[in-house]
């Protein structure tokens, strides 16, 4: 089994900017693909970003895209979501996920993903 676990989440304003680490232990294999999901109050889970481990290929919800950057370091099994320009609808409980084994790319679906992480805040105020 994988267990997976989050930090780097906190309080900015709005234009700022934080770095979500993700660090995995357990077993993980190369066809793997992790992602990186958000929960606000109220709302469903939404996806974010997803990176296939391997090869480093990436992809980014519309809402995201251009300021949020998923990346992974190999060697500390850890997945990462840097994140600029921060808008107070980014607030959300940031969960990382991963499959571990082949999927069709990209993988979006939540429920496709074998294990969670119990998600860090992160708050964007006005």
């Known amino acids: 089994q994988v267990q997976l676990l989050e930090s780097g989440g906190g309080l900015v304003q709005t234009g700022g900017s934080l770095r979500l680490s993700c660090a995995a232990s357990g077993r993980t294999f190369s066809s793997a693909s992790m992602g990186w999901f958000r929960q606000a109050s109220g709302k469903e889970r939404e996806f974010v970003a997803t990176i296939r481990w391997s090869a480093g290929i990436t992809d980014y919800a519309d809402s995201v895209k251009g300021r949020f950057t998923i990346s992974r370091d190999n060697a500390k099994n850890t997945m990462y979501l840097q994140m600029s320009g921060l808008k107070p609808e980014d607030t959300a409980v940031y969960f990382c996920?991963?499959?571990?084994?082949?999927?069709?790319?990209?993988?979006?679906?939540?429920?496709?993903?074998?294990?969670w992480g119990q998600g860090t805040q992160v708050t964007v105020s006005s």
């Open positions: 996920a991963v499959r571990l084994y082949g999927t069709p790319w990209p993988l979006r679906a939540p429920d496709h993903y074998d294990y």
